[in-house]
């Protein structure tokens, strides 16, 4: 049911070279983020058989699952923002639910409801579609922000609370939302708290020509998500989870993310910067980045590659700098060369 490859144990130590800082890594522990990274390129090539040529975009989605983060997909209609949402959940052993967004949802549709059990004369608590380990939230701007308010709690303590109980969902839990940044009827754009609880955002984009008659040939050819089996097993997935957790972060890289951090909250072209919050999801982030490019360390270059997705879409431009066509994208670009550490 799960593959996983194996490797030969290397007692050999390795040196690396982290930007000028040295870092020792024992046999056991290169052999431990060497199988992190061939597993991870098993499911990145296994999601790769139905979402084809997007890989970085494949890898995004995976890192946010092993950082034990949320993902937000905001792109146009078409292209594949569930199938991707569907492929991930398939390629692992874990339960899935999916949430049609609508004007109408009501808070207890996500999260569940009291119901009364005539036959014990007392109501009971009727677990939602949000009691699963990847929960798509399809379409997720469509409904009221009262609705959008019921993932608030979930998506930051992993657990819901109904009539003042407190009911914990699965682990690993894994909230991946869609949004269509182009359709603004009937939409309720997400507030800067909801965003703020999503580990990445981040768009798909259109394929090239060859990728995009491959998608024809493979529709023609029935091939799905749903039809995925899952490679990795529940417990492999947590080992891989808790591995990614024991990646060393050196201070200079903590230096470095407080640095990129302060200079987006001093943009004069910021009305909010990012917040600690986001600091800690870049660093999680980057330690799975640097575990699936089998290193038991994190490199500048791990926090440069994410700070675009993590980062981004938790900022809030004021209106003269959306006026000049500044976008969120060009600021976290523009603080990360500013403050990029001497090699």
């Given at each position: 049911?799960?593959?996983?490859?194996?490797?030969?144990?290397?007692?050999?130590?390795?040196?690396?070279?982290?930007?000028?800082?040295?870092?020792?890594?024992?046999?056991?522990?290169?052999?431990?983020?060497?199988?992190?990274?061939?597993?991870?390129?098993?499911?990145?090539?296994?999601?790769?058989?139905?979402?084809?040529?997007?890989?970085?975009?494949?890898?995004?989605?995976?890192?946010?699952?092993?950082?034990?983060?949320?993902?937000?997909?905001?792109?146009?209609?078409?292209?594949?923002?569930?199938?991707?949402a569907q492929a991930l959940a398939c390629s692992v052993e874990s339960t899935f639910r999916r949430i049609q967004f609508t004007p109408d949802i009501l808070p207890?549709?996500?999260?569940?409801?009291?119901?009364?059990?005539?036959?014990?004369?007392?109501?009971?608590?009727?677990?939602?579609?949000?009691?699963?380990?990847?929960?798509?939230?399809?379409?997720?701007?469509?409904?009221?922000?009262?609705?959008?308010?019921?993932?608030?709690?979930?998506?930051?303590?992993?657990?819901?609370?109904?009539?003042?109980?407190?009911?914990?969902?699965?682990?690993?839990?894994?909230?991946?939302?869609?949004?269509?940044?182009?359709?603004?009827?009937?939409?309720?754009?997400?507030?800067?708290?909801?965003?703020?609880?999503?580990?990445?955002?981040?768009?798909?984009?259109?394929?090239?020509?060859?990728?995009?008659?491959?998608?024809?040939?493979?529709?023609?050819?029935?091939?799905?998500?749903?039809t995925l089996r899952h490679t990795l097993l529940r417990t492999h997935l947590e080992e891989m989870i808790q591995t990614a957790r024991g990646v060393l972060v050196?201070?200079?890289?903590?230096?470095?993310?407080?640095?990129?951090?302060?200079?987006?909250?001093?943009?004069?072209?910021?009305?909010?910067?990012?917040?600690?919050?986001?600091?800690?999801?870049?660093?999680?982030?980057?330690?799975?980045?640097?575990?699936?490019?089998?290193?038991?360390?994190?490199?500048?270059?791990?926090?440069?590659?994410?700070?675009?997705?993590?980062?981004?879409?938790?900022?809030?431009?004021?209106?003269?700098?959306?006026?000049?066509?500044?976008?969120?994208?060009?600021?976290?670009?523009?603080?990360?060369?500013?403050?990029?550490?001497?090699?």
């Amino acid at each position: 049911m799960g593959s996983r490859l194996t490797w030969q144990h290397s007692t050999a130590p390795e040196l690396h070279d982290l930007g000028g800082l040295m870092t020792y890594a024992g046999g056991r522990d290169y052999d431990r983020y060497a199988q992190f990274g061939a597993d991870f390129g098993t499911l990145a090539d296994h999601i790769g058989r139905v979402i084809l040529g997007k890989r970085p975009e494949v890898e995004l989605a995976l890192t946010a699952m092993l950082a034990e983060g949320h993902l937000l997909i905001d792109d146009f209609p078409g292209l594949g923002k569930t199938s991707l949402a569907q492929a991930l959940a398939c390629s692992v052993e874990s339960t899935f639910r999916r949430i049609q967004f609508t004007p109408d949802i009501l808070p207890s549709d996500i999260t569940g409801s009291l119901v009364l059990n005539e036959s014990r004369s007392e109501f009971i608590f009727r677990r939602g579609p949000v009691f699963a380990n990847v929960v798509l939230c399809d379409e997720v701007n469509r409904a009221s922000p009262k609705a959008q308010s019921a993932l608030l709690e979930v998506m930051e303590e992993r657990q819901v609370t109904v009539d003042g109980e407190a009911m914990a969902v699965p682990r690993p839990f894994m909230v991946v939302a869609t949004q269509n940044p182009v359709d603004f009827a009937g939409t309720y754009p997400l507030p800067e708290s909801q965003l703020d609880r999503f580990l990445i955002c981040m768009r798909i984009g259109y394929p090239d020509t060859t990728t995009e008659r491959d998608i024809l040939k493979q529709e023609s050819a029935g091939r799905s998500a749903p039809t995925l089996r899952h490679t990795l097993l529940r417990t492999h997935l947590e080992e891989m989870i808790q591995t990614a957790r024991g990646v060393l972060v050196k201070d200079e890289i903590y230096d470095f993310v407080v640095r990129i951090l302060e200079h987006t909250r001093v943009n004069d072209s910021v009305r909010l910067g990012a917040s600690p919050r986001a600091g800690i999801a870049l660093i999680r982030a980057a330690r799975v980045r640097a575990a699936s490019r089998e290193r038991h360390f994190v490199a500048p270059e791990d926090v440069e590659t994410l700070a675009v997705p993590v980062l981004a879409h938790r900022l809030v431009l004021d209106s003269a700098a959306t006026f000049r066509d500044l976008t969120a994208t060009e600021v976290v670009q523009r603080a990360v060369t500013s403050v990029r550490p001497t090699r």
